[in-house]
C-alpha cells in the first residue's frame, strides 16, 4: 500500500493512503464583546445608512454627475464595446445583475471592495484597459484595424504584469465581460491559487503528476455557469479514452481505468462527465484543454488571474521519509501543466497578483513567450482626478475638504495606488 501525506505526524503514525490538504484548526477561545467595538459598529452602521440615503437623493439631481473639468462624470457608452479614448477618465456603470451574470464565477476582490466602499456599481474607463481590448479585437478582426494601428503589435498571449494594486485584476475581469458580451466562449479563472492549495491530491501512476479531482470539478462547474448554451452546439473532436484516477475520498474503480468518449459527444456533456463523475474530473479537464484549442466556430479566450501561482511550489507535500516530505511545484500539477503554457497560437491572458505572491520570480518565465509581458500601470494624474471626483460625488470625501491640493498630496503620497488613495481620501482634512 502506497503512502501518502495527510499530514505528517498521521502519516507516520498511520501509514493513511489518502492525501488531503488541510491544517489543523486553531483552537478556538470564548467570544467576549466588547462595549466600545460594538458602539463603534453600531455607529458606522448609521452613518452608512444615512449616506446610502443622501446617496439615493443625490441620484435626483445630475448636476453632481461632473467630473473634472466640467465633463461628465459617467460614460453613456451602453457597453464595453463602445468604450472610446473619450471615455478615459469617466465611469462606466454597471449592474449587479449584469456582472453575476457576466462573471459567474466571482468577481475580484479589489472590484469588491470598490463597489463596497463607493456603493456605487461602476469602474473607471482606463486607456491601459482599452489597450487590452483592442489588442484581442485585432487579433479576430485584423482587416479592421490595420488602417487605424499601423505599428501596433498584436499579442495572442498576453502577461499582465505591474505593482501591486494597479488594477491587473479589474482589467481582466472587464475583458471577460466584454469577450462574453461579445459572444466569445472563454474560460475564466478569478483564483488560480486554489489550483495549487486545497483539497485531495494523490499522484496518478501513469503520468507521475499530481491529480486534484476536487479543483478540478470546481473548474468545471464554473466553465458550465456561463458558457452552458455555447458547449451544447459544440461537438468533441477528439475520441480517444479519457484515463481515469482516484477519485475524490472513494479511491480507485476496480473494473475500469479509461472512460470511452463515443462520436457525438458535445463538449457540454464531456463536462457533465467529468462533474458527474469524480473519477474522471482530472482527465476531463486535461482533454478540455486541448478540445478549446480546436474550437474554430467563435473565438476563445483563456483567462487566468492569479497565475503567478503556477509557477512556485504548491502547499502540497510528498513524504520522502518518515521525518521529511519534499514540497510540490505547482508545474507536478496535472491541471496546472495542462494550462500553464503561453507557448501556444491559442489567445490567453495571465494576471499577476501580488496579494497572493509566495516570493519574486525571474523576469523570463519558462511556458511564456519573452513578448507576451505587458506592465499595468497605476493611476496616473489624470485618472486620479477623476477618481477623487467620482469619490466626492460618491461621498466618500466632505465637500468642504475637497481641493486640488489635497487631493494631489494623497496622489502622491499612495504613488497612484488605487486602494490606498481609495483608503485615505475619506481623511481629508
Known sequence: MKMLRWSLARAAATHSHK????KAPKPTTPFKPDPKKAAAAAAALIDEQERLRQLAADDNNPS?????????????APSLSHLSRNDVCTYFKLTKDALNAALPEGLPVGMVNEFQDSMRTALIVRQSFLDLRDNFRRVIDPPMWSSN??????????????????GKSIALAMLVQWAREEGWLVLYVPKGKEWTHGGFFYKHPLTGLWDTPVQAENVLKDFLKYNESYLKELPCQIFDPIPLGEGAGVGWLKDADSLAIPEGTSLYELVKTGIEQTHAAVGVVVRLRKELSLVKDLPVLIAVDQYNNWFTFSEYEEPVTIRSCRPIH??????????????????????FSHSTAVGKLRRDLPDVPVD???????????????????????????????????????????????????GLVPFMR
Open 64 to 76: 453632481l454627475d461632473v467630473g473634472p473639468n466640467g465633463r461628465p462624470l459617467f460614460t453613456s
Open 372 to 422: 507576451a509581458r505587458v506592465m499595468f500601470p497605476r493611476y496616473n494624474l489624470d485618472e486620479a482626478e477623476a477618481v477623487c471626483h467620482y469619490y466626492l460625488r460618491q461621498r466618500l470625501i466632505r465637500r468642504e475638504a475637497f481641493s486640488e491640493e489635497n487631493w494631489k498630496k494623497i496622489y502622491f503620497l499612495c504613488n497612484g495606488n488605487g486602494t490606498e488613495i481609495r
Open 330 to 351: 505547482a508545474r507536478e500539477l496535472t491541471m496546472v501543466k495542462a494550462f500553464r503554457s503561453m507557448k501556444h497560437d491559442d489567445m490567453m491572458v495571465g494576471a
Open 19 to 22: 492525501n488531503y490538504s488541510s
Open 149 to 166: 494601428a499601423k505599428g501596433v503589435k498584436v499579442r495572442k498571449q498576453v502577461l499582465l504584469d505591474g505593482p501591486v494594486s494597479c
